[in-house]
């Protein structure tokens, strides 16, 4: 069973269009969390989401909206994407904040192409 | 400012030898320390993550060192095997207010036959 999973793994898409990456973990973790690895691998976290509210957003446009239908799952909308926006998003979770020591565990990623 | 610096960027080793890789760490203020690796196309799988308390722990051939006074970690692979070819990421954990992390850049290990 995979713990944490993510749709689409691939996504292609034009400029301006609006996209959504969809993300589910099924165990039972309170916390779960988006990721943006770029081009020179650097992972930054871009949301938190505890007990379904936003508890961190690292400064991320808000052509990026979170989106959290219950405790397993953590959708990112995307809004008129940029060239810029192009890189791998992680879904991950936790049991709790990531700053306390619990383990996180990731997702396969999202490879997002913006032509 | 949080900062968490890996070293060396990249390695080559020969199969069944050792190695050890570098974390440099500046958060504050400083909760836990963890090693992550990632394999190509793969999201980051958790090694080990040590508190402020401990400076050593291990997972399997791999051993976790931590010196909260020098602000430094280090990640020893003993008897390296080809499937240990990854990038190994470095992660510092800190609290006060929301609790935070700050990965590093990692470092990409090859290891050939």
């Known amino acids: 069973d995979t713990a944490v999973s993510q749709t689409p793994k691939y996504l292609v898409t034009q400029m301006g269009n609006d996209k959504s990456i969809k993300c589910e973990q099924n165990l039972g973790h309170d916390t779960m969390y988006w990721y943006k690895q770029d081009s020179k691998k650097f992972l930054k976290i871009m949301f938190s989401y505890n007990n379904k509210e936003l508890i961190i957003n690292e400064t991320v446009p808000n052509r990026f909206s979170p989106k959290s239908p219950d405790k397993a799952h953590l959708n990112l909308h995307i809004n008129s994407l940029e060239l810029g926006d192009s890189a791998v998003y992680f879904c991950?979770?936790?049991?709790?904040?990531?700053?306390?020591?619990?383990?996180?565990?990731f997702g396969p990623g999202t490879r997002l192409t913006v032509l | 400012k949080n900062q968490v610096e890996q070293s060396p960027q990249s390695l080559i080793i020969l199969e069944g030898k050792n190695c050890t890789l570098q974390?440099?760490?500046?958060?504050?203020?400083?909760?836990?320390l963890r090693w992550y690796k990632q394999d190509t196309g793969r999201g980051p799988v958790s090694l080990t993550i040590m508190t402020f308390s401990e400076n050593t722990k291990s997972n399997g051939r791999y051993t976790a060192t931590l010196d909260a006074d020098t602000k430094q970690s280090s990640l020893h692979i003993t008897a390296s095997q080809l499937s240990d070819s990854a990038s190994y990421i470095c992660?510092?954990?800190?609290?006060?207010?929301?609790?935070?992390?700050?990965f590093g850049t990692g470092t990409k290990l090859q290891v050939i036959p």
């Open positions: 974390c440099n760490y500046t958060v504050s203020p400083f909760s836990n």
């Open positions: 991950a979770s936790s049991l709790r904040l990531a700053g306390s020591g619990d383990t996180q565990y």
């Open positions: 992660v510092g954990g800190y609290s006060g207010g929301y609790q935070k992390v700050t």
